[in-house]
DNA sequence: CTCACATACTACGGTTGACGTTATATGGTG
DNA sequence: CACCATATAACGTCAACCGTAGTATGTGAG
């Protein structure tokens, strides 16, 4: 699972949000490193439906305008967790085999 | 940058190895989650080379087959070390999230 | 001797997922 | 009227990963 993906599962895990709504969340959450485009978006939002991560929470129609809320299916929530430890080990081996460097000196000279 | 990129630089932080040698590394760091196959592998770690992460330590030629060692590079060690840290960033906002989750009732019934 | 297996790299084709852009539609602002 | 923010849909493209097969050598089993 890649970056756009686990993040838009993130921003579904506290609350049904519509599409626009998971683009606002996800650039919080990752402090504006991840700005989703629609392409992107959408085509996330119709493959995690399908896979069955994802179920539409419901339709509003705002002046005109289609809301369709999505919220995290218990398949979705349990998957997210699982790649959230998967994350964190990764990180951890990449921060244990980093302090194993040779030559890592951490900005000292040798001294 | 996807897993199987993020582990093929982490199996590189501590020491330089050879294409196999980077294969079993990244079983052992991944706890046999990640397999490599040599179509990922070697895609890339011309990939990586091309872009300045890591590159060629030395050749040795062992009983007619060829080894190629690649070590990390300093702009490699420091991609490296960002990338975990969002890794730790992403991992705690999924669980942050998860926790706020409705009816999260871990297991209890409502009791 | 032959076959299978581990080591070690190369080459090719296919699929997935993210990306960028454009189009559609409406209300508010200048 | 033009422009911007909200909100979704529908393209085409590209990067990255995946699987398989091929080349080559040494070792151990049958």
Redesign the interface.
């Known amino acids: 699972m ?2 756009p993906t ?2 838009i ?3 579904l ?3 049904p949000l519509h599409g626009y709504g998971v683009i606002q969340s996800v650039t919080d ?3 504006g ?1 991840v700005k989703l485009r629609p392409g992107t978006l959408y085509g996330a939002l119709d493959r995690l439906a399908e896979q069955g991560m994802i179920e539409v929470d419901r339709e509003e129609a705002i002046e005109g305008r289609l809301r369709r809320y999505y919220r ?1 299916s218990e398949t979705g ?1 349990t998957t ?2 699982e ?9 951890a ?3 244990s ?2 302090g ?3 030559g890592f000196t951490l900005g000292l000279t040798g001294a």
């Open positions: 890649q970056e686990f993040l599962l993130t921003a895990a506290a609350q959450l990752s402090a490193d995290l929530a997210l967790q790649q959230a430890t998967r994350l964190h080990r990764n990180a081996a990449a921060e085999q980093l194993k460097r040779p």
